[in-house]
């Protein structure tokens, strides 16, 4: 890749980044950010994809979203017990906290709809995962990027106004597909 374009992506990059931490502090363009922020993430990831081996794909990934996925959504919940202890009569958002429950949604379900921890933030981190993955696979299937964008698009169709929360954040990754 040239080097101008190296330029132009971390600029983006950067800007998806202000962007994220501008939407997380109620600014009044909360809303306004949050329409473009991820999914710009999702484009530049998209957009460096390369048609691995999906095995190698997969093993990559697991290291690189996966792992830190699990350190910091144990961190979350860690920090989140350790704070009911130190501050119990503290008007908590969530009444009840349980380490299994959490445990459980950190590994089955991976959304923040079910994670009542700092850990919700780190949905993306599966997503990504599972759609890049899945954009391969569709790549070796279909060989065909007109055909892997229809698919695509016929599925963030399909998901996009499902209230449904799907294991393992599928339900999102599907619908990134696209990006």
Same mark, same amino acid.
Request: hydrophobic fraction near 60%; charge should be positive; charged fraction near 15%.
């Given at each position: 890749?040239?080097?101008?374009?190296?330029?132009? &992506? +971390?600029? !983006?990059?950067?800007?998806?980044?202000?962007?994220?931490?501008?939407?997380?502090? *109620?600014? #009044?363009?909360?809303?306004?950010?949050?329409?473009?922020? &991820?999914? /710009?993430?999702?484009?530049?990831?998209?957009? =460096?994809?390369?048609?691995?081996?999906?095995?190698?794909?997969?093993?990559? %990934?697991?290291?690189? /979203?996966?792992? #830190?996925?699990?350190?910091?959504?144990?961190?979350?919940?860690? *920090?989140?017990?350790?704070?009911?202890?130190?501050?119990?009569?503290?008007?908590?958002?969530?009444?009840?906290?349980?380490?299994? %429950?959490?445990?459980?949604? /950190?590994?089955?379900?991976? %959304?923040?709809?079910?994670?009542?921890?700092?850990?919700?933030?780190?949905?993306?981190?599966?997503? =990504?995962?599972?759609?890049? +993955?899945?954009? &391969?696979?569709?790549?070796? $299937?279909?060989? +065909? +990027?007109?055909?892997?964008?229809?698919?695509? !698009? /016929?599925?963030?169709?399909?998901?996009?106004?499902?209230?449904? $929360?799907?294991?393992?954040?599928? %339900?999102?990754? &599907?619908?990134?597909?696209?990006?």
């Amino acid at each position: 890749m040239m080097k101008e374009q190296i330029t132009w &992506i +971390n600029s !983006l990059k950067g800007l998806a980044i202000l962007a994220v931490v501008l939407g997380h502090i *109620a600014s #009044p363009l909360t809303r306004f950010i949050f329409s473009w922020h &991820i999914p /710009l993430f999702f484009f530049l990831s998209g957009f =460096l994809l390369t048609r691995d081996n999906l095995l190698s794909s997969v093993k990559k %990934d697991i290291r690189r /979203l996966f792992v #830190p996925y699990f350190i910091f959504g144990l961190l979350a919940i860690l *920090a989140e017990f350790l704070k009911r202890q130190f501050w119990p009569n503290f008007e908590y958002l969530y009444s009840t906290f349980s380490i299994k %429950d959490e445990l459980i949604s /950190l590994v089955l379900w991976m %959304d923040a709809g079910k994670i009542h921890t700092y850990g919700f933030v780190l949905w993306f981190l599966p997503a =990504l995962f599972w759609s890049k +993955n899945m954009v &391969i696979f569709l790549h070796k $299937i279909l060989r +065909n +990027n007109w055909l892997v964008l229809a698919v695509g !698009l /016929l599925l963030w169709f399909l998901m996009v106004n499902q209230k449904e $929360i799907w294991f393992f954040g599928l %339900d999102k990754a &599907i619908i990134s597909i696209v990006w």
